[in-house]
């Protein structure tokens, strides 16, 4: 009975844990995203025999590198890591004294320079690599090219461009721009594009545009092991990466990557460039259509397809809306019935705006209907939750 029951709810109900529906498109918070067969067989076979980290992480920069066009590639624990790691290769180079300072920057270019519209949580990672950082421009207003201009200077170490859907006031220069500003001044950019795939083009786009470093992550539509992500850009800064980065014993060496997430990134890799990305998108489609249609006759409830996301990224949405003194729901009473029924629905709070997404890049097959049908009781006044389960049953 109870071997029956735990090979039906899996490990994480074995640990006392419940499903979630995670249409929400890849976080960190909610599992990141699920590795296919390909990548955790060569996982798998990656913790069958030792090897030379080393040598694995520059083979893996090669793969890296011809996926990118980038002229090298280096593996890190995240994106997050990534961008540590890109702040301090801008500030030391590869010289060991330098490396060996860090977090102390005392003489050394230290100044990471960021739009404010840019400025995010991520901007700890700076810190975390013992840069300072300085904002240019007028935030949500605007940002005029003499403001960045000016604020580079003798002690700056990079500029970080951040290109993220969380950040929906576009008010930042455009990249070729600040790309002509920083290389004027013999200033290397770093992009963040951590989240930015699909499109699979995306993999190339920033380094073709310019970009001396690009950071992406592992764990999100790569579908690589969830603590990976990467960096391509120069060869003399991927290897100044490295020298921070693990088993060297710079400031990155807690952020290393065993050889098992090595080759599980590789694998998602090559797979992502074969895959067909027309089809993943038509299957998305679907998704939506059937959660739009099947709530299109709810009165109190607005819901439309969106395209593309606030990036430009070809991900199609769902996407609700509803006036919440009508309908006497406020859209956190809808978060807390979706988020409190079994199983768990997580969806996307609209970044600017009242309304709720439905993201469907995440969806297991099946999990769009389950979710229209939530909606739909909670929408008619019959509450979130389905019957709840039997324990032991
Ligand atoms: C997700 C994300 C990160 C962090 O990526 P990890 O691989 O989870 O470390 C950094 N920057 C942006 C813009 C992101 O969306």
Wanted: net charge neutral.
């Amino acid at each position: 009975m109870s071997r029956k029951v735990l090979s039906e709810m899996g490990i994480y109900q074995e640990l006392g844990l419940q499903d979630v529906i995670v249409a929400t498109g890849n976080f960190t918070e909610l599992g990141g995203s699920l590795m296919p067969a390909e990548v955790t067989e060569a996982m798998r076979e990656a913790a069958r025999s030792f090897v030379s980290i080393p040598a694995l992480h520059e083979r893996a920069g090669q793969v890296i590198a011809d996926v990118t066009g980038a002229e090298a590639g280096y593996v890190t624990s995240g994106a997050a890591a990534g961008l540590v790691l890109a702040t301090a290769a801008c500030m030391t180079g590869s010289n060991p004294a330098a490396i060996h300072k860090l977090p102390d920057t005392d003489g050394l270019k230290n100044t990471i320079v960021i739009h404010k519209a840019h400025s995010n949580h991520y901007n700890r990672m700076f810190r975390l690599a013992g840069a300072k950082v300085k904002e240019v421009g007028y935030g949500a207003h605007r940002t005029l090219p003499w403001q960045l201009e000016s604020a580079l200077d003798e002690r700056t170490a990079a500029v970080v461009y951040v290109v993220a859907q969380f950040l929906v006031t576009q008010t930042a220069l455009p990249l070729p721009e600040v790309l002509r500003i920083a290389r004027a001044k013999g200033v290397p950019v770093i992009v963040d594009a951590a989240n930015e795939l699909p499109p699979v083009e995306n993999l190339r786009k920033f380094s073709e545009m310019g970009a001396d470093l690009v950071v992406f992550s592992g764990g999100k539509d790569l579908q690589g092991p969830q603590p990976t992500g990467f960096i391509c850009g120069r060869a003399d800064l991927i290897a100044a990466c490295a020298l921070n980065g693990a088993p060297n014993h710079g400031i990155g060496r807690p952020m290393k990557v065993g050889k098992e997430e090595i080759v599980g990134l590789v694998a998602a890799l090559k797979r992502y460039v074969r895959l067909d990305h027309q089809a993943r998108i038509a299957s998305w489609e679907q998704k939506v259509a059937l959660v739009v249609d099947g709530l299109a006759d709810i009165e109190r409830l607005q819901v439309s397809r969106v395209f593309p996301d606030y990036t430009g990224r070809p991900v199609p949405r769902a996407w609700l809306t509803w006036d919440e003194g009508s309908a006497g729901l406020s859209k956190q009473e809808v978060l807390d019935a979706l988020a409190n029924g079994s199983p768990i629905i997580r969806v996307l709070e609209e970044y600017a705006g009242k309304g709720l997404l439905i993201d469907p890049t995440t969806l297991l097959a099946g999990q769009e209907g389950i979710i229209a049908e939530r909606l739909r009781s909670i929408f008619s006044g019959r509450g979130g939750a389905r019957q709840p389960v039997e324990p032991g049953e």
